[in-house]
């Protein structure tokens, strides 16, 4: 069964404007971590953002944060002030107790505009 | 510290040969991963390596896939007969295990990828 669901294959959004990325996930865990990651063109997969199962708190990185809403099983990334250089594909990750395994959603492609 | 290290970076190849990839992870790392990406498309898992477990290969998508991890470090994904849909970018990762009742906040650490194309 898919643990991670990507409903966004592609967004637009203006320059310095907001942007949420949605990810919910499947497990029946009660110990897990979502974590985000960026491609940009050039390939390389960076890490921003990590969230786990038992924080209280939405985690936030600089320009990042990770909505969770538990209940829901989301964990959607917004994106403040977006910028030219956040124009990138955006996976959704999960890693699970059982087999301590990451499990990837599809994948959001994001353009920003001038 | 070093990253990740995949080679080689690029590897052209024709339609029929074998060809190995190479993953180095980030020293004490006990997880790897292998994943294949198309062009503009998502990460296809093919397989996981563990410590001393047992691999999940449940990605590989076909026989002529294999791969093997030496020591718990150094891992080789083995492509054999290779076909022209086998073209794309290979990327391994590796992390630490979490551990249960602990964090999960070890992050996979990708390599740059190799990329392949059968002709």
């Known amino acids: 069964a898919q643990k991670i669901t990507q409903t966004q294959p592609g967004m637009f959004v203006q320059e310095k404007e907001a942007v949420t990325l949605d990810c919910t996930y499947d497990?029946?865990?009660?110990?897990?971590?979502l974590f985000w990651y960026k491609q940009p063109s050039s390939g390389e997969m960076i890490f921003l953002i990590y969230?786990?199962?038992?924080?209280?708190q939405n985690a936030t990185e600089g320009r990042y944060s990770l909505n969770f809403q538990k209940a829901r099983k989301s964990a959607n990334l917004v994106i403040s002030a977006s910028q030219l250089g956040d124009s990138a594909m955006y996976f959704c990750?999960?890693?699970?107790?059982?087999?301590?395994?990451?499990?990837f959603g599809s994948g959001t492609k994001l353009n920003v505009k001038p | 510290g070093a990253g990740v290290s995949q080679s080689p970076s690029n590897k052209v190849t024709e339609k029929g040969k074998d060809v190995e990839l190479r993953c180095d992870p980030i020293?004490?790392?006990?997880?790897l991963y292998w994943y294949r990406q198309s062009l503009g498309q998502g990460l296809e898992f093919l397989i996981y390596?563990?410590?001393?477990?047992?691999?999940?290969k449940s990605g590989l998508p076909s026989d002529r896939f294999s791969a093997e991890r030496t020591g718990g470090s150094v891992s080789t994904l083995t492509i054999q007969r290779t076909q022209q849909e086998d073209s794309a970018v290979y990327l391994c990762?590796?992390?630490?295990?979490?551990?249960?009742?602990?964090?999960?906040?070890?992050?996979?650490?990708f390599g740059n990828g190799t990329r392949l194309t059968v002709t």
């Open positions: 990762a590796s992390s630490f295990r979490a551990w249960a009742g602990g964090p999960y906040n070890s992050p996979l650490h």
């Open positions: 990750a999960m890693r699970d107790a059982i087999f301590n395994k990451f499990y």
């Open positions: 390596f563990q410590g001393n477990s047992a691999p999940d």
């Open positions: 969230q786990g199962s038992y924080d209280e």
């Open positions: 497990t029946s865990d009660q110990s897990y971590g």
């Open positions: 020293s004490g790392h006990t997880a």
